[in-house]
């Protein structure tokens, strides 16, 4: 994500190892204590013994209709993985293989799209309920493995009750009817955005519940299936590749695909009267551009800018990690531009407005494409890991302006430097930010963790050297591709490919409360924070 006003001018569902088919009964013993034939040494009557058995199974029934009845008289309670800065996002007790997302718009952006959500996930703890994240929406019903479940909410989670619990291990399917909201609610930021067309979504970093029930945290990627259903008159394109196109009277369903898991915020659909313009990338990759279609011919010149981007940032780190890539240009006034997983959010003014320039719109456009190796398909683990999705989306911004716009980088970083005391207090050091102010979830996206964060990327250049460095970053996205990944994993990279220990190093410059000396620079000075 950037945020404006700027400072200058294959298949879903990839199997899994375990059972192939939801809900799959499985064989063999119940319980131990398989009655036997006869009675052996010792052994009691087998009448006696049936008795026993019987009182047995009779106490253990009752103790377990017993917890049963307290956990569900229990009244439904919001649940969290424990993310620092967002304790109760995400859930814990279950992982999710894949969305199955279905929207109907109705022809208005003002009014609540039908909807309908299916979670298959593996259980990875028993589960006498379920946590969704959904916040902004209406549920009619939800099931699980086909069977009626009960819900209520939970501040900001949906909590599901099924018929019988969910033991460990197991692969179930959630299947939610709702309705999804695009009017913002009082103290809700983001979800979906209400363009002059039609809507796109914003769900960074927190926001993806406002739009449909989900494990809302980037520490679970899944796969997504999306399908639209609006008036002809609209074009629908989401994350990932077409899937298929299917009319009815007056109607349209576009289906998508995405062939790589993605992390919820970085869900995208776009509904309006758009264009969508083809062309190929490199290695023949297929893009597509997502434009108000009055404006198509306006903006075709920037447009056919992102292949040789693609090509620049392929030669700083390697091969572009996904099935496709392309713009969503839309007409609305958002205050950033969103790395959405395959096709990046602008605002169209970016590109029609005369006060920036044109070098300057091009490192942004770098800036969000660069994130789809850095966040997109390299997520982070936690929230306070952020600074490896800004700050080297910034470096690479910065790196394009230094090497096509002749806009040195070690300007900007000396000007870093001198601020980064006060972003520092103002926000907390680059892996270690404070948390977001009160009712700005979004808050948490301050200058430490982009130009802070660069900063402590070009430190690191210049303590191990360009030829380590660059090594580093090629190794960094191809190890974790599809993955998450924290800032521990980084520091344990950098130090084995550096092959020194530079333990020391990131705990002054990700955590320390003062920017330490730059290497190479003795000379630059960071501003004391204004008390």
Not at 44 to 68: H, Y
Not at 99 to 115: C, E, I, M, R, V
Not at 274 to 287: E, I, Q
Request: hydrophobic content about 35%; charged content about 20%; some cysteine.
């Amino acid at each position: 994500m950037l945020h404006t006003p700027r400072t200058g001018p294959t298949a879903i569902g990839t199997p899994r190892t375990g059972p192939t088919a939801i809900g799959t009964p499985r064989t063999g013993p119940t319980g131990n204590g398989t009655p036997r034939t006869g009675s052996g040494p010792g052994d009691p009557a087998p009448r006696s013994r049936t008795r026993n058995r019987r009182r047995l199974n009779a106490a253990l029934l009752a103790s377990a209709v017993s917890v049963c009845l307290v956990a569900a008289s229990a009244p439904p309670t919001p649940l969290g993985v424990g993310d620092r800065l967002f304790p109760t996002l995400g859930n814990p007790g279950y992982d999710v293989a894949s969305y199955d997302l279905s929207f109907t718009y109705p022809g208005s952006n003002s009014k609540p799209l039908q909807a309908v959500t299916t979670i298959d996930a593996w259980t990875t703890e028993r589960l006498d309920r379920i946590n969704l994240d959904f916040a902004h929406g209406t549920v009619d019903s939800v099931e699980v493995d086909g069977r009626p479940a009960t819900f209520a909410s939970a501040d900001e989670d949906l909590v599901v009750t099924p018929e019988r619990p969910i033991s460990e291990g197991s692969w179930t399917r959630i299947t939610v009817r709702h309705t999804s909201d695009p009017v913002s609610a009082k103290g809700q930021d983001g979800g979906w955005v209400r363009t002059k067309d039609g809507l796109a979504m914003a769900n960074q970093a927190d926001a993806a519940h406002l739009v449909f029930p989900c494990n809302d945290h980037p520490s679970d990627k899944a796969m997504f299936t999306i399908r639209v259903t609006a008036p002809n008159a609209y074009t629908a394109v989401a994350n990932g590749l077409p899937a298929g196109v299917d009319k009815v009277v007056g109607n349209t369903t576009w289906t998508y695909r995405t062939q790589h898991p993605m992390a919820t915020e970085l869900a995208q659909v776009s509904i309006g009267r758009s264009a969508v313009l083809h062309r190929t990338g490199p290695h023949d990759l297929p893009m597509r551009d997502v434009v108000p279609a009055k404006d198509a011919k306006q903006l075709e010149p920037w447009l056919k800018k992102t292949s040789d981007q693609i090509a620049w940032m392929e030669s700083k780190v390697g091969r572009y990690p996904f099935e496709t890539y392309g713009l969503l240009m839309a007409d609305a006034s958002t205050g950033f531009e969103l790395e959405t997983q395959t096709i990046s959010l602008f605002e169209r003014d970016l590109f029609t407005q005369p006060a920036y320039p044109k070098w300057y719109v091009e490192s942004i456009m770098v800036h969000e494409l660069s994130h789809q190796w850095f966040g997109d398909s390299v997520s982070p683990r936690t929230w306070s890991d952020l600074w490896l999705n800004e700050g080297h989306a910034t470096w690479y911004e910065e790196l394009y302006a230094e090497e096509k716009a002749h806009r040195p980088m070690e300007t900007r970083m000396k000007a870093a430097y001198a601020a980064s005391d006060r972003w520092r207090a103002a926000g907390g050091p680059p892996a270690l930010p404070k948390a977001p102010a009160p009712g700005q979830k979004i808050s948490i996206f301050r200058p430490n963790v982009y130009d802070g964060a660069a900063l402590a990327l070009y430190a690191l250049r210049q303590e191990i050297g360009r030829p380590a460095f660059e090594r580093l970053e090629r190794t960094w996205v191809n190890v974790h591709r599809d993955g998450t990944a924290t800032t521990a994993d980084f520091e344990e990279l950098a130090s084995a490919i550096s092959g020194r220990d530079l333990s020391d190093f990131f705990q002054g410059w990700l955590y320390g409360e003062k920017t330490p000396p730059m290497p190479g620079h003795p000379d630059w000075t960071s501003q004391a924070p204004v008390k």
